[in-house]
């Protein structure tokens, strides 16, 4: 996938809501950038390069029938993202990077990352009990700074979640694109 549409579609998005996508200050209304005719015209170049980001997904094996783009940060916005001290679960920092994603694109699942983890050895699935499955960090993802702890939840009832130290989400966060694309991404 070509980075440079995201970046182009990205700016069509600040643009469109009135963003300078440099700074990130919002336009006045009474400037050129801030009227109403520049912020449609924005919006349509936006749908154009949307057309184009689906085209090169469907030529590349994606899925035709998504209306949705790609979940993508660019490497600007992901230097802006808040990386937790305190150890979290991956749910938690997924929803944290959902945060960063523009209009129109789809959510990155916790399912997408920790598949992606196991693929590379940082997890492995363990039977847990009656035929339930968890997550387990293995030597390599100890090493990363996932951990595993048991936890209880409001009905006495204990369970097991792994949680990812800044050392982790930061990994995470660099290896993005190959958790959403694959390892074959241009």
């Known amino acids: ?6 970046e182009l579609r990205r700016f069509a ?3 469109e809501q009135g963003i300078d996508p440099i700074t990130h200050i919002k336009f006045k209304e009474e400037t050129i950038l801030g009227n109403d005719v520049i912020r449609n015209y924005n919006h349509e ?5 949307d057309s184009l980001i689906k085209l090169e997904e ?9 209306n949705k783009l790609p979940f993508y940060l660019s490497d600007e916005v992901k230097t ?8 979290i679960s991956i749910s938690t920092f997924c929803y944290s990077l959902n945060g960063y994603i523009y209009s129109g694109m789809k959510k990155l699942r916790a399912s997408q990352i920790t598949k992606w983890l196991m693929e590379e050895g940082y997890l492995l699935c363990e039977n847990w009990r009656d035929d339930k499955y968890i997550k387990k960090p293995t030597p390599k993802g100890n090493e990363l700074g996932i951990s595993s ?8 009832e204990k369970y097991e979640v792994n949680l990812y130290n800044c050392s982790a989400q930061k990994f995470i966060v660099e290896h993005l694109e190959e958790i959403v694309f694959g390892k074959n991404i241009g």
Do not use: C, F, T
């Not at 170049?45 to 390069?49: E, N, P, Y």
């Not at 469907?58 to 998504?66: E, Q, S, V, W």
């Not at 802006?80 to 150890?87: H, M, R, T």
């Open 1 to 6: 996938m070509d980075k440079k549409l995201y």
């Open 13 to 15: 998005d600040l643009l």
């Open 45 to 49: 170049i936006k749908g154009i390069l």
């Open 58 to 66: 469907a030529r590349n094996g994606g899925n035709k029938r998504n």
């Open 80 to 87: 802006k993202i808040v990386i937790s001290d305190i150890p």
């Open 149 to 156: 702890e048991i936890k209880e939840n409001k009905y006495g």
